[in-house]
């Protein structure tokens, strides 16, 4: 992630009008837009942040991206979570360097990445999906971004049906039914792990928080969370025009230890 950008790095390109491309750089490689043609060997060796030419002239700034502008740039199985939510999610469910998260399911990977870079080296995510065809994307975006050697394991499984790991730190959810996961999550957490679900409709999130009421799990609460960007140009200093209304609600809950 330092020093010049080498072959087979991403790298963000962002033209006058703010449009972003990403490349991987190799060392024949070519990038061809209407407005010329940019040869990935005049990015090799160089210092992120440069700005260089197309064949036709055109501008273009080069930097590595982040986590954030890779998610919104990789290929898509399934829809990502976006930046907005993955950052509460870490804050909410509090992920720690070192923890053991289950995450389901596990889509394009989007929130894999994001629990990877928090847990470090020595936590560990296993992935549970139940399409290969997805489970096979997610690991590539996964790689692509962080690299080989992760502590990283993807299952091709349903959660439904059962969690085999015991004394997890969290269970991390992205799926349509995670009432059907209570059960499963009470056997697999440790006292006082966490839960956390996205869910994309109020009808969802209402059976689910009937089912936690039900369960060991407490301290249950859920939010969503509204992110407004802001136009700042000289005097016009305002609120951007659009903004993304809504994308899901979190919910998350404690497993709670009964008196004997
Ligand atoms: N959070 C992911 C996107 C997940 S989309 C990201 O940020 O990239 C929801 C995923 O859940 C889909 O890939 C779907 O195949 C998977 N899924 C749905 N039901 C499941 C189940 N019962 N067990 C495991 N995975 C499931």
Known sequence: MRGPLTIGEHVLLVDRKRRRHMIRLAADGEFHTHAGVLAHSLLIGQDEGITVRTTRGAALLATRPTLSEYILEMPRGAQVIYPKDLG?????????????????????????????????????????????????????????????????????????????????DRVVLDLPEPWQVVAHAEQALRPGGIMISYLPTILQVSTLRQRLAESAFGMAETLEVLHRGWNVDGQSVRPDHRMVAHTGFLTVARLLTPNE
């Open 88 to 168: 509460p999610i870490l804050m909410l469910a509090d992920i720690f360097p070192g923890a053991r998260i289950l995450e389901s399911g596990v889509g394009s990977g989007a929130l894999t990445m994001t629990l990877l870079r928090a847990i470090g080296p020595t936590g560990h995510v296993t992935g549970y999906e139940i399409r290969d065809d997805f489970a096979d994307r997610a690991r590539r975006n996964v790689e692509a971004f962080l690299g080989p050697d992760l502590p990283l394991t993807i299952e091709v499984r349903d959660i439904y049906a059962g969690i085999e790991l015991r004394d997890l």
